[in-house]
């Protein structure tokens, strides 16, 4: 059974740097697309970083261009999100995410519906 689960989550102070992991098991995610999203208390699950199987198309919402990273090892079928400069505001809990669907992915790869299978979460909270 197709499994993504997530760790790395923590409680760090407005500056610091996070490195979550999300190993996918029970299914060759090496060929798949995959995704980042995160949940705030009380608000809806918004996309943060996307990254296409081979690595060559990258994107990032807005509010965390230059300060997060999304990367992957598909020989360890595990992709990656380095935040750094971590912000109050990016208090939630993270989700991994991956596509079956190259082609659908491809013409929105933020969009929720994009991605097939999804991880428990690990909870990220940056105190000021």
């Known amino acids: 059974q197709a499994q993504l689960v997530e760790t790395g989550g923590g409680l760090v102070q407005a500056g610091d740097s996070l490195r979550l992991s999300c190993a996918a098991s029970?299914?060759?995610?090496?060929?798949?697309?995959m995704g980042w999203f995160r949940q705030a208390p009380g608000k809806e699950r918004v996309f943060v970083a996307a990254i296409s199987w081979s690595g060559e198309r990258i994107y990032y919402t807005e509010s965390v261009k230059g300060r997060f990273t999304i990367s992957r090892d598909n020989a360890k079928n595990t992709v990656y999100l380095q935040m750094n400069s971590l912000k109050p505001e990016d208090t939630a809990v993270y989700y991994c995410?991956?596509?079956?669907?190259?082609?659908?992915?491809?013409?929105?790869?933020?969009?929720?519906?994009?991605?097939?299978?999804w991880g428990q979460g690990t909870q990220v909270t940056v105190s000021s």
């Open positions: 029970g299914r060759t995610f090496s060929s798949y697309p």
């Open positions: 995410a991956a596509s079956a669907d190259t082609f659908r992915w491809s013409s929105r790869p933020g969009m929720e519906t994009r991605y097939d299978y």
